[in-house]
């Protein structure tokens, strides 16, 4: 989670936008309950955009979810908005993302 407060920092320093899927501040808080004092920090944050799914989201994801054969729906999701919005991915975990589409540009975070 230190990797995370830095990584807003520098979102805060140069001006950057972090997009925070609404499905993985649940995750967080489902295998981090400790972590909700900063979870509620990030997600206050002026830099970090909480997204939700829309239909046309929804659509494409279940998409690449058949076509892809994962069933991780967050990686999924996080691959299809970083696609979508031409941005790097920013994860700890890059090989969950790589599973769902190994193309995918990712900053570790």
Do not use: F, K, Y
Request: proline share 5%.
């Amino acid at each position: 989670m230190v990797s995370l407060r830095a990584w807003v920092g520098v979102a805060r320093t140069r001006g950057l936008t972090l997009l925070l899927p609404t499905l993985a501040r649940v995750e967080i808080l489902t295998l981090r309950p400790e972590a909700a004092g900063l979870v509620n920090e990030l997600t206050a944050h002026p830099h970090v955009l909480i997204t939700e799914l829309s239909r046309s989201d929804r659509d494409a994801i279940e998409a690449r979810l058949v076509a892809t054969g994962t069933c991780d729906v967050l990686a999924t999701w996080v691959v299809h908005a970083s696609h979508q919005r031409g941005w790097p991915a920013l994860s700890a975990d890059p090989g969950r993302l790589r599973r769902v589409d190994h193309t995918v540009e990712i900053d570790l975070l």
